[in-house]
């Protein structure tokens, strides 16, 4: 419920500020999906869990035909790698309580994991984004 709050909150900020009509992008192609990702795993990796970003993200596109299958690969890989490198995600929180290891030691050792997945993840989404356009 916080994450839902926190999204409707944020996208209604951004469309009070900016205007009803406005969007992040009008096309969501390849560079703006990759742009998209670092975003969201970087905001992870500050903090913020991936959910938050993805929603906040999907409040303030409009996506037509294939972009919703290239913004749902974003989705899923953004989560999937700020997942492993944020201190705060559900199951880093539960490996920290489980076996005492400290967040900041656990994000550390998952940078390198997240930077090599991080260029595959890239990879895809340009190699999704041709296919569906």
Do not use: C
Not at 102 to 107: D, I, K, L, W
Request: net charge positive; glycine share 12%.
């Amino acid at each position: 419920m916080a994450a839902g709050l926190l999204t409707i909150g944020l996208s209604t900020l951004v469309t009070a500020a900016a205007g009803s009509d406005w969007t992040l992008f009008t096309r969501f192609g390849a560079p703006q999906a990759m742009l998209s990702f670092l975003a969201i795993t970087l905001s992870a990796l500050a903090g913020l869990h991936p959910i938050i970003g993805v929603s906040v993200l999907a409040s303030i596109l409009n996506l037509q035909n294939g972009e919703q299958t290239v913004f749902a690969f974003v989705a899923l890989t953004s989560w999937a790698v700020g997942t492993s490198v944020g201190p705060l995600s559900g199951i880093n929180l539960s490996l920290q309580g489980r076996y005492g290891v400290s967040g900041y030691r656990m994000m550390k050792n998952n940078l390198l994991y997240a930077a090599v997945m991080s260029l595959l993840s890239l990879g895809a989404i340009a190699g999704v984004s041709l296919l569906v356009s």
